[in-house]
């Protein structure tokens, strides 16, 4: 195993012999790092958090520290990350709240930016950008192949949806359609498709078609919402991902940005 000799790893702390721990770092009591990690330098990670295979965090990155909730009394909740992601300078990733289930998580793949905050009990996926400063209030759940981007607060309980994109220096305070693109310039309301960004993963014109024709009856056609969504219901061949936003808008508890 790969110990700065200037760092500390409290001796019940579980690192996989693959990792490598550089200079300054701390890692506390009930930590778990699997294989292949890096902490560069100066990473201070505290327990219960579970970290998965080959993460990379950079320079004063803060993991699974306490969350901050005035709530919050000091009980054994957790932090889990899952593999392959890179957390940059200054991140701070919180562990979660009794109220909020216990757990905070993060998934794989990941590029999470410098200065990003996680709060507690969010629920992060697969595949997400978090550009430089985007923070998340408490319980945010962010969806698969998400980008929020730069300087962006997302309010607490707010859901990002799957393929979404948020321009930089937006506020979120709603749900945010999956498959869209939302920027503060447009007066934060969804202007279109992430139709580049679809292209990218791999959809097929059809299945942008699809949604196309989904995001003229929500944004651009004179139907309110509930009035757009029985239309898409009735249409025998709309496809899954329609039916993915319907069912996103109909769950939804604090609205949506259209």
């Known amino acids: 195993m790969s110990i700065h000799s200037t760092a500390i790893v409290d001796p019940t702390a579980r690192v996989h012999p693959s990792c ?3 200079p300054y770092c701390v890692i506390g009591p009930d930590v778990e790092l699997g294989e292949g990690c890096h902490l560069v330098s100066h990473v201070a990670i505290a327990g219960p958090s579970k970290i998965g295979a080959d993460n990379g965090f950079f320079p004063f990155s803060s993991i699974g520290m306490a969350p901050q909730d005035i709530s919050y009394a ?9 593999d392959h992601n890179t957390v940059r300078e200054f991140v701070t990733l919180n562990r979660g709240t009794v109220k909020g289930g216990g757990v905070t998580r993060i998934g794989d793949y990941n590029l999470i930016m410098a200065y990003v905050h996680v709060a507690h009990d969010c629920q992060v996926g697969n595949h997400i ?4 400063a985007a923070t998340l209030g408490g319980h945010v759940t962010v ?11 997302v309010h607490q309980f707010v859901r990002i949806g799957a393929h979404s994109y948020i321009g930089g220096g937006t506020t979120v305070t709603r749900d945010l359609l999956p498959f869209s693109k939302t ?3 447009r007066g934060t309301h969804a202007y279109g498709l ?6 990218r993963r791999g959809f097929t014109k059809e299945r942008i078609k699809k949604l196309h024709h989904a995001y003229r009856l929500l944004l651009a056609s004179k139907l309110n919402t509930s009035q757009a969504l029985e239309k898409l219901r009735a249409e025998k061949d709309r496809g899954e991902d329609v039916d993915v936003l ?3 808008i109909e769950s939804s508890e604090r609205g949506v940005v259209k």
């Open 194 to 199: 992430n139709a580049v960004g679809l292209e």
């Open 246 to 248: 319907i069912r996103f």
């Open 129 to 132: 950008i978090m550009a430089n």
């Open 74 to 82: 000091g009980e054994p909740t957790r932090l889990e990350i899952g």
């Open 143 to 153: 969806e698969d192949w998400a980008t929020v981007g730069a300087l962006c607060p």
């Open 183 to 185: 920027a503060a310039e």
């Open 20 to 22: 490598k721990i550089g």
